[in-house]
């Protein structure tokens, strides 16, 4: 873990080396201080010239600005460097995120994966940045002011120091209860923030349920549990405050009484006196660091390991080691014996095998929950299938790269994902290198022209998040015309029109049909009247594909897609 963590520093050791110099020399500085005072009142005090005080005085002017500039660079650098690491993990933790597959997005929740981006990172980098900084001042700085009250006096030092080991071992057991601790503020903010996100983004339902009351019980009762934690938290971090106070003060107490003891018994100036106070002052200052570093460590050490436990997760879908460029393709696919199941336990598809001619329609109709959906997500590999084969033209989709193999199928989906931005950056989504008058074609080709016409800035319209701004239809349009961009050669449409007015889903058909023309489409629809033309219909059924012909030949064979089609027109 250690090794992983400092392997961050690698890059920016330049901009660490100076942060660590200056913090180390700004350190000294401090130690020098006490034995300033010191000589002050022992040697240039009893001359009686005021002039070398004032002399001297200037010199450590000089030495406190010196030290401010220490100081500023400490801070500043610190921070910059920090921010590089931060930086560094959030783009390898957003890489990681990219590379994961359907089912890992179906298991994680959007508000704990923000936070694990956002708070936990910030939290690494402070610990990064202080860590090592405080670790080595700490130690030289408590070694440094132990030698300087040898130096004074062996005997008040060594009784001194006799009650650093009692703090130490308190310190140290609190350091291990403070990460467990923030290891579960981070799982309660994880929740917390999934709750905040789920709520938000659901704000449509729960106005139109009139549910503000539910929703606000939920988030009180989150907000409290994480409120419960951190207050846990607190109460340690004031327990162990308070702990390090009173010895600190012990120390000081007893260098003074002890100290003037040896002052009136003669072994101790008046001079050495004070600079031994001075200098225990010193002494306990990196105690009240590890008091400080008892509030970033454990966090940022919790923070590293939920990020290390997040990074170590192998994505469950990767490009296969001997994975090539998968060829254009035609579109000839075919499933082979192919079974999948969410879980081990309940398969969803067994032994499935369709043979689809490049350029066909064949669309897949059958009860809700069937397995259509999974079936048609097989084929990009959103899914992993537990055995058999899917090819196209020939090729097994695990021996292509799985960008190459989703560059050339298009889907459009039922519930349409717009981003905020303008209705430009949408369609660009569909190709991100096309021309303006390829982005203006497809518009054409989407039957979009007529809604961007009536938008007040056309094209550069901002549509506002997920797309709130435009009807349902419109978005849809939008959609398609970001597939008429991509230009794949097979095509997936599932529901594209299912949650349309019959009017719009017309409109909107001419263009899927029109999309389809020279693709291989898979297209699964509940509305029957969509699919009539379909060069042929697999009717798939929870216990699998029971019916495969065009329509006239299923409404022959009387069977399942007879009595549906029944059921939505009327007897025949
Ligand atoms: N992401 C998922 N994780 C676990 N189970 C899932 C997931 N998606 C679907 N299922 C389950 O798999 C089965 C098939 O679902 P699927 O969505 O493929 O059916 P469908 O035929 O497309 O249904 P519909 O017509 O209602 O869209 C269902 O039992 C469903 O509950």
Redesign the pocket.
Known sequence: MLKKFFSYYVPYKKLFAIDFICAVISAILELFFPIAVNMVIDQILPQGNLRHIVMFSVLLFALYLFNTTMNYIVVYIGHVFGSHIETDMRKELFEHFQKQS??YF?KMKTGDLMSRITTDLFEISELAHHGPEDVFITIMTLVGAFLLMLNVHIPLALMTVALIPILGVVLGLFSRYMVNINVSIKQNLGRFNAGIQNSISGMRVVKAFANESYENNIFVDLAEKYRLAMVRFYNSMATSSSFNYIVMRLINLFALLAGSYYTIVGELTIGELVGYILLSNVFIRPLERINAMLEVYPKGYAGFVRLQEELNKEPDIVDHPNAVEAPKFEGNIRYDNVSFG??KEKP?LENVTIDIKAGQTVAFV??????????VNLLPRFYEITSGQITVDGVDIQDVTMQSLRKQIGIVQQDVFLFDGTIKENVLYGRLDATDEEVEAAIDSAKLREVISNLPDGIDTQIGERGVSLSGGQKQRLSIARIFLKNPKILILD?ATSALDTATERFIQSSLDELSQGRTSLV?A?RLATITNADRIIV?TPEGIMEDGTHEELLAQNNIYADLYRSQFGGM
């Not at 929950?369 to 079936?375: E, I």
């Open positions: 359907y089912a179906d969410y879980n969803v059958g009860p809700s929950g069937a397995g259509k959906t999974t079936l529901e699964i509940h798939v």
